[in-house]
């Protein structure tokens, strides 16, 4: 399955040494992506990165310094991107979607996008806590950012009377959270369609979170 989050460099633009670099620079990106979500950290070699994007490996360098920079680069791409994903899923929604409506299309998008979508969300998932501090920097700003809009969706829950009065709400949006980050770890496409996955995430947390 091939997941993306970063627009791919218009193919028709050929022609000069700055677009064939972008092209093999977003290439390079998609693969360490790629590579990260499936190998972790730990496991993640630019040797598999360049097989993967088509690159001899010393040429990684000449956009990156260092392993550690180019994975800093995905992660800070893939949290930005699970942001942006949420909030367009959230614009898209009537303006009747109750608080409940909300919280369900917030699951979808959360499951869709790191299982189905994209190999960045699905890499910051997996490692975001495993880089060393000063290379996720950037995207601990996106990443608190995405955590901000669910502390709103559990917040608008609340306020509405819909949220258990034994739940703490922070509390509950981090156990939630927790508990479809887990999904990386067990699901593929042979287990079933993922609308089934879906449909289960929304009844267990909408029933968890309400009276």
Do not use: C
Request: charged share 25%.
């Amino acid at each position: 399955m091939t997941r993306r989050t970063v627009e791919p460099v218009d193919a028709e633009d050929t022609g000069t040494t700055e677009t064939k670099s972008a092209r093999t620079h977003a290439r390079l990106l998609d693969a360490a992506a790629a590579v990260l979500a499936e190998k972790g950290f730990a496991g993640t070699r630019l040797s598999d990165i360049a097989e993967r994007a088509q690159v001899q490996a010393p040429a990684i360098y000449y956009y990156y310094p260092s392993r550690e920079h180019l994975i800093e680069a995905v992660i800070s791409s893939g949290a930005a991107s699970m942001r942006a994903f949420l909030e367009r899923t959230l614009a898209e929604l009537p303006d009747t979607a109750t608080p409940t409506d909300r919280i369900a299309a917030a699951v979808e998008a959360h499951l869709r996008h790191e299982l189905e979508l994209s190999d960045y969300a699905r890499a910051v998932v997996r490692n975001a806590n495993q880089i060393p501090e000063e290379f996720r920097r950037a995207a601990i700003t996106e990443i608190g950012g995405y955590y901000e809009i669910w502390r709103g969706l559990v917040e608008d829950l609340r306020a509405a009377g819909q949220l258990r009065a034994d739940v703490d709400p922070s509390v509950g949006r981090m156990i939630v959270l927790g508990s479809l980050n887990w999904t990386v770890e067990w699901w593929d496409a042979q287990r079933g369609p993922i609308e089934g996955v879906i449909a289960v995430a929304q009844s267990m947390v909408l029933h968890a979170l309400r009276p």
